[in-house]
Nanobody, 119 residues
């Protein structure tokens, strides 16, 4: 498994931008599909975005499409989530996750970083 550490969360106002980072260590980063998930208080964890090993393929939840951008830098073993036009409903703990391409389940998770969007 790969070890993951998120950073970049914080308190922002609606309409602001924020960039999350997830640093990986322990395994060959470029072997992994990377994703971001989030969990709001009292709600189930939900998928936000994923990116394939090369960065050439991305996929987003409808709720963030057009506002969030996932990217990765394999030389830095880091995946990013650029979040623009933030809304109060984006408030959640954001976690990054990793899985090998041939595996369906994400089996490496970070501890999460809090994002709070105020009106």
């Amino acid at each position: 498994q790969v070890q993951l550490v998120e950073s970049g969360g914080g308190l922002v106002q609606a309409g602001d931008s924020l960039r999350l980072s997830c640093a990986a260590s322990g395994r060959t980063f470029s072997n992994y599909v990377m994703a971001w998930f989030r969990q709001a208080p009292g709600k189930e964890r939900e998928f936000v975005a994923r990116i394939n090993w090369s960065g050439g393929s991305t996929y987003y939840a409808d709720s963030v499409k057009g506002r969030f951008t996932i990217s990765r830098d394999n030389a830095k073993n880091t995946v990013y989530l650029q979040m623009n036009s933030l809304k109060p409903e984006d408030t959640a703990v954001y976690s990054c996750a990793a899985r090998l391409s041939r595996v369906v389940v994400y089996n490496s998770w970070g501890q999460g970083t809090q994002v709070t969007v105020s009106l």
